[in-house]
């Protein structure tokens, strides 16, 4: 029981975390010091979609399912909803470079405008 709840939350978390670094640097518009915090986040983000590498808090959760007994991603609110934005099928090497672009561009158009704000002040 222990393990799933831990895996659960462990995928909520590293939900939250793809969510911070696709949009985090909209925060920046509100506060700017989230910048310190975010580009780091970025910078990750962009490596593990451009590099074919996998984030450490995948195989964490994989193993903590393993130890919960679960053999896979078949039951509850998190499994069917959260996961396929996390994991999504059919996500090649091509397609992770598209998404590399693409959060690059996001946050391209966020801290155009924080830098927009920094200029004028």
């Known amino acids: 029981m222990i393990w799933r709840a831990l895996a659960d939350v462990l995928v909520v978390f590293h939900l939250t975390f793809v969510a911070f670094v696709i949009l985090g640097g909209f925060l920046a518009w509100k506060w700017p010091r989230v910048a310190f915090v975010h580009l780091p986040a970025l910078a990750w983000g962009v490596w593990i979609e451009v590099s ?11 193993d903590l399912r393993g130890l919960a007994g679960e053999a896979g991603y078949r039951d509850g609110f998190l499994h069917h909803y959260v996961l396929p934005v996390l994991y999504p099928p059919g996500l090649t090497r091509p397609n992770q470079w598209v998404l590399a672009a693409l959060l690059l561009a996001i946050n391209g ?10 200029r004028r002040h």
Request: hydrophobic content about 50%; charged content about 15%.
């Open 52 to 62: 074919g590498w996998i984030c450490p808090l995948t195989p964490l959760e994989n």
């Open 109 to 118: 158009v966020a801290y155009g405008r924080v830098l927009a704000r920094w």
